[in-house]
Structures are given as structure tokens and as C-alpha cells.
């Protein structure tokens, strides 16, 4: 991201740029300044193509078409699907564009071994936008504190992660919560937290697994009903407890080898306080049980799909044990 930022803030810019990833707060960020720094705004030196159905020669023609009164003219090219499959005029002309035309594409995925993603990646820039580490987020969600005025400490940001998880958008809208509900306060503490994040539904599934292992069974069943309500689908809920419980048993495993807390959570692809987290609630579980509670979740799952039980039943089953 240091290549993007430098190109947006020096103005000179490349022939091309590839946006891909998962982190889509970060896509839309990007592009939109791009939007406003390439074109400044103007619709008229910009074109705008999305979905799987666009033509490749609309794309040529749009990025052969000089700016009018102005240094560049952007095409941008969104949800394409052509990282994934077979384009060749676009390929082909990428060698020959215009130097007035900035081309940007933004893509979920793509496959590196694409002809179009050569083509790119030789004539202008890829960059990959993923959801970014605990370190990383914690940062820019301080900066973006710093920028309203705000001060906040580092136990109080784990906090926050704690309840938002890494979803950079998400991460935003609770962070304005915050801002607009401290007011003229400097300083963000963990009680405005606690007052005003929204627990994100990974962090209730984390509370009913807790539940669970530790035979609270009315609060577990508490918890589904809540997450119920939400219009969580009880498929998906499942699905969540049985992820929790193999990242509990890989997690097991990891401690078991001698690893320490930020191996363990690099290995297992959480967060270094999710780790932590689950470090604590799994030291006085063995592998065994971990491990017949993630084929229960198979079981019933596979009992789901083949009609022998109601999903809403095969969740309340894991619940109570029964």
C-alpha cells in the first residue's frame, strides 16, 4: 500500500493498477481516491464499468478517449471476473494505452497465472488488500481516532478489536459511535466501549462456545435465541461453533508443541487477542474432547442435510449435549 499512497499524494501516476483482496473497506477507499485525485471528481474524464458482462472493446474505447481539459482521464474496470478467465484484447492493449488514460481495475480474486494479470503487473502496479494485522489495524484505527480528536490507550483498542473483529468497515462505523458518543471528551475509555460496540455475531459465537464447555447451558441457549433474532441462520451457526472448535483444537495442539502466543495466532489466522483468548479457555481442555465435539458438529450437520433433523434442533442438540 506504500506504492499506492506514494503515486496518490506525488500525482504521477502508472498506466495501470490491479486491486484485489478481501478487504473490501480498503477496495472501496482506494478507488474512490483514486476517483477524486486521477479525475478530481469529474465524471466526464471518468469511466466506470462493473459486472461480469462488460465489453472489452467499451473498455478500449473509453481509455483511447482523451481528457477533456484536464492531465489524465480513469477508466476504472470493477468485479470484472477477467483475472479469472480468458481476455485477450484488454491484454493486448494495455502495451498501447494512451499515456492521458489511467486504467484501475478492483477485483475480489484473481488468478496469478492470468495473461491480463501479467499484462498488468508488467506495465503499472498489483496490489493485494487484505484484512490487515492486529498491529496494523490498531494504528490506523488510533490515527483515525487522532483525527477527531481523540485519544484512546492500547488495552482500551484491544477492546474495541475485541468486539469489532478485523473488518476494517465494521471497525469505522463503531469507531464514529464512539466519537459521537463521548462528545467533548478527549479521551475514549473502556467504559464508552462497553456502553456503545456492537459485539460482532464472531464474538457472541465465542461466548456461546465458552457457554457450552463450561456447562452454562442456559446462558448458550440465551445466546442462540439472541443470535436468532438477529436472523443469524442456524446453518451458519454451526458452522461458526465448528470453526471455533477446530481453531480451539488447533490452538490446543499449538500450545501442546510449546509454541508462544503470536506463532500460535499466526498459525491458526487469528488475531493475537483472539488467540489469547481462546489460549486461556482451552488450557484446561484435552484434545480428545475439542476433537468429539467437532465430529459432533459434523454429525449433525450431515444430519441437517440429509432431513433427519431441523436445523434450529441440531444447534439446540450441540447446546444441551444431548
Not at 499512497?5 to 500525482?11: C, E, Q, T
Request: hydrophobic share 40%.
Amino acid at each position: 500500500m506504500k506504492t499506492l499512497n506514494a503515486d496518490l499524494k506525488s500525482g504521477e501516476f502508472r498506466p495501470v493498477y490491479l486491486l484485489y483482496g478481501d478487504e473490501s473497506f480498503l477496495l472501496r477507499s482506494y478507488k474512490g481516491r483514486f476517483m477524486q485525485k486521477v479525475a478530481g471528481g469529474d465524471g466526464m474524464n471518468t469511466a466506470y464499468f462493473e459486472g461480469k458482462d462488460i465489453n472489452e472493446d467499451d473498455v478500449i474505447t473509453a481509455g483511447d478517449t482523451m481528457p477533456f481539459f484536464a492531465e489524465h482521464r480513469l477508466v476504472v474496470v470493477e468485479n470484472s471476473g477477467w483475472f479469472k478467465g480468458s481476455v485477450e484484447k484488454i491484454a493486448d492493449w494495455i502495451p498501447e494505452m494512451p499515456d492521458t488514460t489511467v486504467l484501475l481495475f478492483v477485483e475480489g480474486s484473481v488468478d496469478k497465472r492470468n495473461r491480463l494479470y501479467k499484462a498488468v503487473q508488467k506495465k503499472g502496479y498489483v496490489c493485494e488488500l487484505k484484512h490487515p494485522e492486529h498491529r496494523e489495524l490498531s494504528v490506523w484505527a488510533a490515527r483515525y481516532l487522532a483525527a477527531a480528536g481523540k485519544k484512546i490507550t492500547a488495552s482500551t483498542m484491544d477492546r474495541i478489536l475485541e468486539y469489532t473483529g478485523d473488518d476494517m468497515e465494521n471497525l469505522r462505523n463503531e469507531l464514529e459511535k464512539l466519537i459521537s458518543y463521548v462528545g467533548e471528551r478527549e479521551v475514549v475509555d473502556a467504559r464508552d466501549v462497553d456502553t456503545v460496540t456492537t459485539v460482532t455475531v464472531t464474538n457472541r459465537i465465542f461466548d456461546m462456545v465458552r457457554a457450552i464447555t463450561s456447562h452454562r447451558t442456559g446462558e448458550a441457549l440465551r445466546l442462540y435465541q439472541d443470535l436468532l433474532q438477529l436472523r443469524e441462520p442456524p446453518m451458519r451457526i454451526l458452522f461458526l461453533i465448528a470453526r471455533q472448535y477446530n481453531q480451539m483444537l488447533q490452538i490446543r495442539e499449538l500450545m501442546t508443541a510449546g509454541k508462544d502466543k503470536n506463532e500460535i495466532a499466526r498459525i491458526a489466522g487469528v488475531p493475537p487477542f483472539a488467540a489469547s483468548r481462546m489460549m486461556g479457555q482451552v488450557r484446561s481442555m484435552q484434545s480428545a474432547a475439542l476433537l468429539s465435539q467437532v465430529r459432533r458438529c459434523v454429525e449433525l450437520e450431515e444430519a441437517v442435510k440429509t432431513g433427519d433433523l431441523q436445523d434450529r434442533m441440531a444447534v439446540e442438540l450441540l447446546i444441551t449435549g444431548a
